[in-house]
């Protein structure tokens, strides 16, 4: 079975400033897809990033982007310039080829302090 | 883009009531749905995997019974949560798949806060 390890659970950056969020998983598949939700106060789950295994280019959107690291299967989140609203917490989630469901690491807790 | 709309939003109740929870995938059709559970602070935990048509798949652990799932149609699932106690207050989180998109994320619905009396 697929594991998400999130080692962090809890961080904080200054505004404008850049943080790192850290990702591992544990699989024997070689194609797979990785994402990272954010789930603010208001507990609404929003896609923020994914990443197909066989690409070996990182995600990138906007402040958003991914460091994937294929063979050490890592997978962590870089903000750049972060901005208040960016408090939330973060999940890092593993997609099988065959199991059809997500399997969510267990969530870092961002504060984005002015 | 895909929306999930989850309904109610809110639902504050006595105990031994029976509660339903709907999903609907809006402008897709999703043959799988998820059906979460999460406490404060905490991760989402899979709870059951409704399937259009046919019984849905709970996880270890999860009462059948407890928790009714049905999915009717491709675009709707409902959650039912029978006999409600305080042990079961709780956020509840639908999430969906576009048909035949196995790659793609899942979208989520905004979720149930659910508060037994």
């Given amino acids: 079975a697929q594991t998400v390890t999130q080692s962090q659970p809890e961080m904080s950056v200054q505004e404008a400033e850049t943080v790192t969020l850290s990702c591992t998983y544990d699989t024997s598949e070689n194609n797979y897809y990785l994402f990272w939700y954010k789930q603010p106060p208001s507990r609404q789950m929003i896609l923020v990033i994914r990443q ?31 901005q208040l609203g960016d408090t939330a917490m973060y999940f890092c989630a593993f997609l099988g080829t065959n199991a059809g469901k997500s399997t969510f690491g267990d969530g870092t807790t961002l504060t984005v302090k002015p | 883009g895909a929306v999930v709309s989850q309904h109610p939003s809110r639902v504050i109740c006595k105990s031994g009531t029976s509660v339903k929870i709907e999903c609907r995938s809006l402008d897709f059709q999703a043959t799988t749905m998820f059906w979460y559970r999460q406490f404060p602070k905490q991760s989402l935990m899979l709870m059951a995997t409704s399937n259009e048509g046919s019984k849905a798949t709970y996880e270890q652990g999860v009462e059948k019974d407890k928790f009714l799932i049905n999915h009717a149609s491709l675009t709707l699932s409902t959650l039912t949560v029978t006999s409600a106690h305080p042990e079961d207050s709780s956020f509840y989180i639908c999430s969906a798949r576009d048909r035949g998109t196995h ?5 989520f619905g905004d979720g149930t806060r659910l508060s037994i009396l």
Avoid: G, M
Wanted: glycine share 0%.
């Fill in chain 2, 103 to 107: 790659n793609q994320p899942q979208h």
């Fill in chain 1, 52 to 82: 197909e295994a066989y690409k070996q280019q990182n995600a990138t959107e906007n402040r958003f982007s991914v460091n994937f690291q294929k063979a050490a299967k890592s997978f962590s989140l870089k903000i750049s310039d972060s």
